[in-house]
């Protein structure tokens, strides 16, 4: 009967498997995402249910046990919802950093707790994935808590590098794996901690120097770590699909880092050594355009979009800070509704997360096939009336074509290719790169200075009173 349990249990782990790798292949495109959601969610609940009743049948867990966890899944529970519901979408960056914070802390308590369960006795098979588990679990949850301070505005955005830096984290680095290894020989808690206090001050050093230009790739990477050391624990506590949720989610967050990096045309080893990005600048809510800039009017923006033939809207993190996805929706739905050709140029790297303008758009109900990607969109633009560009910036930067510059070298939208182009921006304040936007004083463009949210609406309204 135990045995024929037993295949039960693993086979519920074995469809739960198989719902997460669907789920991943769903999220492959927008369209088919939260279905992709929606499958990964049932494997995962099969998966604790039926660890439930694994938990039951050994009969393992004491009734204050028992209301511990129940306390824990009340309270998670309940901050996840909250969290759902009340995150901004300008937040959502921060708000997965911080779950890779959890996850990976909670994948290195899982295999700290089972190895001060075995004590000196532990063998290899769990002493190895234990110290592994212990290194990337503490790196992602002092590098995640870092990165969500960086993206919050707790910390500042600007690379923070200090003298020898990479003396210091080449020394942290040898003390974990160094100190990592005696404990495998030789297990023991005194050891095992300087192995976590290592991997915390290096996960820390790690993340400071890194500017705000490249957080997206880092949240992608911290993601990989994540699910590399819940894989690990899995392999602690013998769980197979703890181990297989976790090399999905390692397996896919790697791969994620990798197109990230390529999309800004760098490699993970330079953007880990981190100093490029200078962070937000400050910016007032209204600007000034300054030498060779021209500004324009909502009325004069509302003709040029009105009766062009072709419009390309360039979303970036103006449009998220402003929560204006629904505001640009009804621009483009009145647009269309005059026969005008609308579509969306999305860059891999525009927001603060893989993803951010797809989803942000998504949420304003914008059809999916409106969505293009960068080498989809990039040859449309010299067909293109009028490109409106809605708070992106390096993204658009001509200057990442020229050698020497922060963002040379960095894959960008070809916006300036269009025969028009009018900014929605607040100010002329830079992006992350900490460098001024060549786009802003190109002849063609025209800098209409507001909040997207309210030039937005202005324009819309604009559209409607003046050509009805």
């Known amino acids: 009967m ?3 349990f037993n295949t039960i249990i693993q086979l519920v782990y074995l469809l739960a498997a198989s719902c997460f790798v669907l789920g991943l292949h769903l999220m492959n495109t927008p369209a088919t995402a939260r279905r992709g959601n929606q499958v990964s969610v049932a494997g995962m609940v099969a998966a604790i249910v039926a660890t439930g009743v694994l938990v039951v049948h050994l009969g393992v867990i004491s009734p204050t046990g028992w209301i511990v966890i129940a306390a824990g899944i009340l309270v998670g529970g309940g901050l996840g919802l909250y969290t759902a519901r009340t995150v901004k979408m300008t937040a959502m960056p921060q708000l997965v950093s911080i ?17 001060m369960s075995v004590g000196a006795g532990v063998g290899a098979a769990t002493s190895v994935p234990t110290v592994l588990d212990v290194i990337i679990g503490s790196v992602t949850f002092s590098g995640s808590i870092i990165a969500a301070g960086k993206l919050q505005g707790v910390i500042t955005s600007a690379p923070v590098t200090i003298p020898g830096a990479r003396i210091l984290n080449f020394l942290l680095a040898v003390a974990a794996v160094g100190v990592g290894a005696y404990v495998i020989d030789s297990p023991g808690m005194v050891g095992l901690g300087v192995v976590i206090a290592a991997s915390l001050v290096f996960g820390i050093s790690m993340v400071m120097p890194i500017g705000g230009a490249d957080m997206p790739v880092v949240i992608s990477l911290l993601n990989a770590f994540t699910g590399t050391a819940v894989a690990m624990a899995g392999f602690v506590i013998n769980n197979t699909a703890l181990i297989i949720a976790g ?13 990230m990096a390529d999309a800004m045309n760098r490699s993970i080893a330079n953007i880990m050594l981190g100093g490029f990005g200078s962070g937000d600048s400050a910016v007032a809510v209204e600007g000034a355009a300054g030498a060779g800039v021209q500004a324009i009017a909502a009325d004069d923006a509302a003709i040029q979009l009105a009766y ?44 603060r997360m893989p993803g951010h303008m797809n989803v942000l758009l998504a949420e304003a109900n914008v059809p999916y096939p409106l969505l293009k990607e960068m080498d989809e969109v990039n ?5 293109t ?28 939208l070809d916006v300036d290719a269009a025969k028009s182009i009018i900014v929605i921006k607040r100010s002329m304040g830079h992006g992350y790169a900490g460098i001024d936007n060549e786009l802003y004083t190109n002849p063609k463009t025209s800098m209409f200075f507001a909040d997207a949210k309210k030039g937005l609406a202005e324009l819309t309204s604009s559209v409607k009173s003046l050509v009805g």
Request: glycine share 12%; hydrophobic share 50%; charged share 15%.
């Open 385 to 412: 009336d009028v490109a409106l560009v809605i708070g992106a910036n390096d993204v658009t930067n001509p200057a990442a074509r020229r050698p020497g510059t922060a963002i040379s070298g960095m894959p960008i």
């Open 379 to 383: 040859p449309e633009f010299a067909r």
């Open 247 to 259: 090399a999905l989610v390692g397996a896919s967050g790697g791969i994620l880092t990798k197109l």
């Open 99 to 115: 779950f890779n914070a959890v996850g990976g802390g909670a994948a290195a308590l899982v295999a700290i707790r089972d190895f």
């Open 308 to 351: 062009a033939s072709k419009v390309i809207i360039v979303p970036g993190y103006g449009l998220a800070a402003a929560q204006a996805q629904h505001e640009v929706a009804a621009l483009a739905d009145l647009l269309e509704s005059r026969g005008v050709d609308v579509s969306y140029a999305i860059h891999p790297v525009a927001g």
């Open 2 to 4: 135990s045995g024929t």
